[in-house]
């Protein structure tokens, strides 16, 4: 079975530091990582995504993961916040080795806050 | 966006009455997703779609039913309403076999009375 934690239910971060949003995962093979974002009152918005390659892996908006398979985690990394990076904030994972519908699974969620 | 619409956007029913969610997508994407999201559960899969008339259940599929006849539409129907369904839908797409990537609707606000 595979299952993704989010540690932290909320990050409060001051603008113009760097943020880090955690996330970890289980699976028995190498997995596909995937983080999103979501702001108020609409959909997920796909950030980035490591499926194989270098471990770290740039995304959209300044953002960055890395994945780290002895500690079996993708923790989501930006240099510099933004207030406008406040947000909800979900990492998901998939078996590749699943079949069926490739199913993904989705934490609980991270709201990261960031002070002006 | 991937051209996805969901509606209703907000919709208020009572226990007991059916309801019907329909996500329309422009692109003619094969793999279709309902997702359900709820405050310490993340997202939950309903059921999915491989194709018209092919679908299949998710994790929390029970009290729920889909159609698929046309590839640009996905409807989920909650057959008989609960206030366990109270919830935000989400409907997502997937673009291709080996496309990994899921892009997601605006999503359906319900409200069971």
């Known amino acids: 079975a595979q299952s993704v934690a989010q540690p932290e239910d909320q990050v409060n971060v001051a603008e113009g530091n760097p943020l880090t949003v955690k996330c970890t995962y289980s699976v028995s093979g190498n997995p596909y990582l995937f983080w999103y974002v979501q702001y108020p009152n609409r959909g997920l918005q796909f950030l980035l995504k490591?499926?194989?390659?270098?471990?770290l892996v740039k995304g959209s908006y300044g953002f960055e993961a890395e994945f780290n398979k002895s500690q079996t985690s993708f923790h989501l990394k930006k240099p510099s916040a933004l207030v406008s990076d406040s947000a909800l904030y979900f990492c998901a994972v998939r078996d590749p080795r699943g079949g069926g519908y490739q199913k993904v699974t989705f934490g609980i969620g991270t709201k990261l806050q960031v002070i002006p | 966006d991937a051209g996805i619409t969901q509606s209703p956007r907000h919709k208020v029913t009572e226990t007991g009455t059916p309801v019907t969610l329909r996500c329309h997508q422009t692109?003619?994407?094969?793999?279709m997703y309902w997702y359900r999201q709820d405050p310490g559960h993340g997202l939950r899969l309903i059921h999915y779609s491989y194709g018209v008339k092919d679908t299949d259940k998710g994790e929390v599929s029970d009290g729920y039913s889909v159609s698929r006849s046309k590839t640009e539409d996905f409807l989920l129907t909650l057959e008989s309403a609960t206030s366990s369904q109270t919830s935000v839908y989400f409907c997502a797409i997937r673009k291709g076999q080996n496309e990994e990537t899921q892009y997601f609707g605006p999503g359906t606000r319900l409200l069971v009375l």
């Open positions: 692109e003619n994407h094969r793999y």
């Open positions: 490591y499926i194989t390659g270098d471990n």
